[in-house]
């Protein structure tokens, strides 16, 4: 156990208690049932098959298709379960809206819902997959809005520093995965791979990484290695989109500039910028650290997506490469802006913000932000996360042990 985990003890999600008062003072209907999951879920809830329910973390807020929180952590008589949260008013909008045969929901592990009209102990998935079912009524006010430990630091010192740590340990994780694959095939084919990675995104990340696995950088090249320029983009993309044949490729969600063709013909056009001749060699282009964002400027790549390949691709594949000095690669990683908002970050951002502060602004902090949620938020950490020790620890600033 960590310091910080032994000053502050892992606390319940505010705990279920009645709140007798005019049933009619509080807000109706399933967005009010899901503000009230993720304020604490004060109101007294039990689950139909007995077992009893606490909330560890309530998940992160999922609107769009599917369910309609990710990533909770919630205990069903002491065990624990990790997944998504589905609320409905009454139980019977789980058949009625599709979901039981819906694969985008065979990760929720419990439904929370105002009334159990049909009188079932559990909600069924596809093959009959039993899923929690909670039934939590409406209170009669308002829940108090929940404030994790990490709020109440915040406005003590701003976690800037413990972000920046975070991020840089994020990347020098992916440093240390690049280099492996540097040393066996060579730094130009692992920032291809990351390239590709990065521009699947969430949905596609899978499936992309199976492109540069069919058809690494070298083998790419040498489908047009003297075209003329402007035919050259298009032999590129057209050798991508035959590698990418019969993968599962998903365009839900996505805007379509982020759509999987688009981000293929995207990736051609930068191909065709960085590797100029059928050579797999480090670009000359990113021979300067300071170049990286604007060198990868191309159609279908804008000054976001040039950001997230620094991140995620360039810098990588280039520390682990060892091509650019590390004192110079990181003191770029800081100065970098934060290519945009994610979504799964939104609560934590109002939790460690304030005043209109944005906490991610930085694209270190925003990469340490993705690290603290990934291994502390989403696996129920309030309290021994590094950003919940309490003063005068300051809230995890001064702490260097690691996390
Ligand atoms: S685990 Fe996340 S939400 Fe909880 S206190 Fe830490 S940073 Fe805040």
Redesign the pocket.
């Known amino acids: 156990m960590s310091a910080a985990a032994a000053l502050a003890p892992a606390p319940a999600w505010p705990s279920l208690a009645d709140e007798p008062a005019p049933w009619d003072a509080a807000p109706r209907g399933e967005a009010a049932l899901a503000a009230r999951w993720f304020a604490g879920l004060r109101a007294p809830a039990r689950v139909e098959d007995g077992r009893s329910l606490r909330v560890r973390f309530p998940g992160v807020p999922a609107p769009g298709h599917g369910p309609d929180a990710r990533d909770a952590v919630v205990e069903l008589d002491g065990a624990e379960l990790r997944g998504d949260v589905e609320f409905h008013l009454r139980a019977s909008g789980w058949r009625a809206h599709g979901h039981h045969r819906d694969p985008a929901y065979a990760r929720v592990v419990l439904h929370v819902v105002e009334e159990n009209d049909g009188g079932a102990l559990a909600t069924l998935h596809d093959g009959g997959r039993a899923i929690a079912l909670a039934v939590a009524p409406r209170p009669a006010v308002p829940p108090p809005a929940f404030e ?3 709020a109440a630091c915040a406005r003590l010192a701003p976690p800037d520093a413990a972000l920046e740590r975070l991020g840089l340990e994020r990347l020098r994780e992916k440093a240390s995965r690049a280099r492996h694959w540097a040393a066996a095939r060579g730094p130009a084919p692992v920032l291809h791979a990351l390239a590709l990675e990065t521009l699947g995104g969430r949905r596609n990340r899978e499936a992309f990484a199976a492109i540069a696995r069919r058809l690494p950088l070298p083998a790419l090249l040498e489908r047009a290695p003297a075209a003329p320029a402007e035919g050259r983009t298009e032999a590129l993309a057209a050798a991508l989109r035959e590698a990418a044949r019969g993968l599962p490729l998903s365009r839900r969600g996505l805007r379509p500039a982020a759509f999987p063709e688009r981000r293929l013909e995207a990736l051609a056009a930068l191909c065709a910028r960085l590797w100029p001749d059928a050579r797999p060699v480090w670009p000359e282009a990113l021979a300067d650290p300071a170049a990286a964002p604007r060198a990868l400027r191309v159609p279908g790549i804008g000054a976001a997506a040039a950001l997230e390949l620094t991140v995620n691709a360039v810098l990588p594949a280039a520390l682990g490469a060892r091509l650019w000095p590390a004192d110079e690669a990181i003191a770029r990683f800081r100065a970098l802006p934060a290519p945009a908002a994610y979504g799964q970050l939104r609560p ?1 951002a109002g ?1 460690l913000g304030g005043g209109g502060r944005d906490p991610f602004a930085r694209a270190a902090a925003l990469q340490g932000g993705l690290r ?1 949620h990934d291994r ?2 989403a696996r129920g ?3 021994a ?1 590094p ?2 020790a309490p003063p005068p620890r300051a809230c995890g600033i001064a702490r260097e042990g690691g996390e």
Do not use: D, I, T
């Open positions: 994790p430990p990490c934590l939790w603290l502390h938020c950490g309030c309290g996360c950003l919940s």
